[in-house]
């Protein structure tokens, strides 16, 4: 019988469970549509619980906060104390058979050694998942110990839990330091069980601005333009001259400073628009002090970056004793500490040895997180060098770390690599791993002019006008992945369609057979992926372009998991119409048979019966692809434009492209209102395209 359920739990304090938890929930989710999380006991009914209110809102998943979680602590206390542990199993497990019935895997996190108290055995974890027939995770916290201790503790955990007949699934060693895992790996692999060691990383345990304001209670007073989740690396009290001061200064401090010392605050404004000093996090105002007027005009009519100010009522001492108490957060929003969370344990866990261990049952059904999931997988096995020529955008620098972080791709940047620098470091964003080129100084230009130059003399353009070409950013980086410098690029953030789409076709060209450059949409619906052409770029193509688009818009389908069945789109269904329009479609469904007999494909046909069963069975009864079209072909662009972008309104339906086709090498178009994760998507999408031209 396969397992459709886990039990993480962990018996120490800070040692990642909802890490861990956060992490095999992205491999369920890859896999699986309705995924339930359950918590068994929590610490309070009337407190939100951090951890199923996290995993519930990230993974959009579909229960009811009730149903995430059976008791809370005093409740437990309660039923222990008069005797009732069986009732308390079974009713944790009549709850639990509920949701195992309706989803197709329940992850459950136990109980948190910091909500133990005397009345509560410390094995209670693996007795739960024991009576829920569960496997078990367990979480061990290997921070402050040496490998000894670990290696004990593991062993300890492991063979009490197999002692009671409970499963052993895997263990997660978490905050190993670097120096020691190798020697640990070797020392694991010789045990029986599943062990994988996450090491440290500094970064997702140190708090936030956010984390800081909600612990203190803290005022703002000034916000400036500052991401609340920027982490804080230490605390600094300017107890100092600012001369003196400002030798002191590190990047992501955060400074506690009385408001009456004006020459510390604009000192350390001033240090913030300077490029020789590092960029600080915030300040903090103790005794609840406000700031002189005069030194708030002048802030305010700074441009620009502004640090965020706090006040809060305690004195220097306390205000800096309570801030190095904060904890860390995992937030839904901290997209930061997310990316580079799941970067740590893609790069830690063998992903396909859990996924056959746990041996669930697939189903078709594909939901947009599950299609997100599949395309950062298929990008990260390609692993290709994607090049960005807009760097000047936010929103790309924002996309870039997460890219990076997540492991989707390599990333190529163009423009002045101290500008971008600075300009990263201000917004609190690592871009180390990101190779930034400024064209207009590069070794390349030369190549490039000549090579331009040599595809396009007979249109006429002469070595001046080449060279000029390859000062425009579009140009330039079409050119570093006709040269194989680059496997991909994506533009349009800033520039149009044209100027994204003309250099791919003057220099990179379409592929050999292809008559024309396409694109389609992915459009992730609640439990289907379906594909949309052309819908961005051919305004009334002929029956020809017609069946070319088709084709690509099949394989388009196939590269990234969908199973391709076209539906040629008009107004009319099979014999039924007649006229100009349904005649071109009627011709390009020949073409698409005579080219490529292996796919399935029917037209013309309208978009209901190609969609829908109970339709389909009126107008093509006998077809195999009415009812279950997964690829739409519209056509013409009016038709294809319209219909995308009111399905995508009316339905809520998540819209990913346009993604560029027929081209030899991968070059997609980013909309000019897209989002960071659009950014992402398409970043990934570009990857998955140059590993397929292999």
Known sequence: MKIKSLYIAAQEKNAGTLFVSMGMMEILKRNLHRVAFFRPIIYARDIQDGDISFIKERYSLDIKYEECYGYDIAEVEELIANGKDNELIENLISKFKKLED??????????????????????????????????????????????????EDVLIENEYSTSVDCTHFATFVNRVRESELSGLRELFAKTPYTVYMLPELEELNLPTIEDVIESLDAKSIILGEHDPLRVIKSVKVAALS????????????????????????????????????????????????????????????????????????????????????????LRVDSQRKIALALGLFNESVDIKAIEAKIATTYSDIMTPQMFEYKLFDMARQHKKRIVLPESSDERILRAVEIILRRDVAEIILLGDENELRERSARLGLDLSKANIINHLESEHIEEFTEIFYEKRKHKGLTREGARDAMTHLSYFATMMVECGYANGMVSGAIHSTADTIRPALQIIKTKEGVSIVSSVFFMCFETKVLVYGDCAINEDPNAQELADIAIASADTAKAFGIVPKVAMLSYSTGESGHGADVDKVREATKLVKRKREDLLVEGPIQYDAAINKEVARIKLPNSKVAGEATVFIFPDLNTGNNTYKAVQRSSGAIAIGPIIQGLKKPVNDLSRGCLVEDIVNTVAITAIQAGEEQ
């Open 102 to 151: 309706a989803y197709d895997f329940v992850l459950c996190e136990g109980i948190r050694k910091s909500f133990l108290t005397t009345a509560i055995s410390y094995d209670l974890n693996v007795k739960i998942a024991q009576n829920f027939g569960a496997p078990y995770i367990n979480i061990i916290n290997a921070k402050d110990k040496n490998p000894k201790e670990i290696y």
């Open 242 to 329: 600012l001369d003196n001061f400002l030798e002191h200064i590190e990047g992501e401090d955060l400074v506690i400073v009385p408001a009456d010392r004006s020459d510390i605050i604009l000192g350390l404004y001033g240090a913030l628009h300077s490029t020789n000093y590092p960029s600080i996090s915030a300040i903090v105002f103790p005794f609840d002090m406000k700031i002189h007027p005069n030194i708030q005009k002048l802030i305010d009519g700074l441009e620009g970056f502004k640090v965020p100010i706090l006040s809060v009522g305690s004195d220097t001492f306390n205000t800096a004793k309570d801030i190095m108490k904060v904890h860390s957060r």
